[in-house]
């Protein structure tokens, strides 16, 4: 499964893949209100990126990650926090504890999870008021200058050349224009009202540093071996190239919240950070 190739590579997953932007971790404390005491449910927390900021308020947190590498990396990287846990297995299986949780939060990892049962178990973790946090990810146009566009226009033309699997056409949106998808959760009896927040940033990297992240993907990680080296010469070559060695890379990070139980009035509210 795609989901599995994650943990090929744990040490470059938690070099390569960023942090989540303090803006977002800050929202998503306030809407938990974690702290001491406050009882935390990650799943699919790969290496850590959001568990150690969240571990970091003094809330305990049990981690459940598919990948054993993975789990060994972010068990390591959470070790200055004695309340916070790392569980190898998947969370479909996975048997909670008797005792619910107050916040559980998915980040980036959602869609990988069985869709005939992933609310269900979430609801069944949480108290009743318990929030569940979503936390998605886009790659998406500049909002600040043309040139990075015209770079990942250029790269699709190495993907259309070393994968064959490419879609013809596919250009980067601007934020604006890439809608939230919050069909399932608002659809659920088992929530209330989905509340959603937004933020946009940039990350500028190296040819280095730029192949280093695509290879935390799993889509590129799947790429047939020849392939795979070609394309990321291609995109070495055109970054060092044409774009003097940097390009920035725009990201859209989404985080959506709904809290256990109808009971919660209110409408569904949007907010850009």
Not at 151 to 161: G, I, N, T, V
Not at 214 to 227: D, F, I, K, M, N
């Amino acid at each position: 499964m795609l989901r599995d190739t994650f943990d090929e590579d744990a040490g470059r997953y938690d070099r390569a893949r960023p942090a989540y932007p303090v803006p977002l971790v800050e929202e998503l404390a306030a809407r938990a209100r974690l702290g001491p005491g406050r009882r935390v449910l990650e799943v699919g927390p790969g290496t850590g990126q959001l568990t150690v900021p969240l571990a970091r308020y003094g809330c305990s947190i049990t981690a459940v990650e598919l990948g054993s590498s993975l789990a060994a990396v972010a068990s390591r990287n959470l070790k200055p926090f004695p309340a916070a846990e790392v569980v190898v297995a998947p969370f479909e299986t996975w048997a909670p504890p008797p005792e619910p949780y107050d916040l559980m939060v998915v980040a980036t990892a959602f869609h990988w999870l069985d869709p005939a049962v992933r609310l269900a178990r979430a609801a069944d973790a949480l108290r009743d008021g318990g929030l569940l946090a979503l936390v998605t990810t886009h790659h998406v146009a500049s909002e600040t200058t043309r040139s990075d566009d015209d770079f990942f226009a250029d790269a699709q033309k190495c993907y259309d050349r070393r994968d064959p699997a490419t879609p013809p056409g596919l250009r980067l949106r601007r934020s604006a224009l890439v809608a939230t998808d919050t069909a399932e959760l608002a659809g659920s009896e088992l929530f209330g009202p989905v509340s959603v927040a937004r933020w946009t940033r940039e990350i500028t990297y190296s040819a280095d540093a730029y192949l280093d992240v695509l290879l935390t993907y799993s889509g590129h990680r799947a790429l047939e071996p020849v392939a795979r080296g070609w394309l990321l010469s291609d995109l070495r070559g055109l970054i060092d190239g044409r774009y003097g060695g940097h390009i920035t890379k725009t990201y859209l990070h989404e985080l959506i919240t709904a809290h256990k139980g109808p009971e919660f009035p209110g409408k569904s509210t949007v907010s850009t950070g």
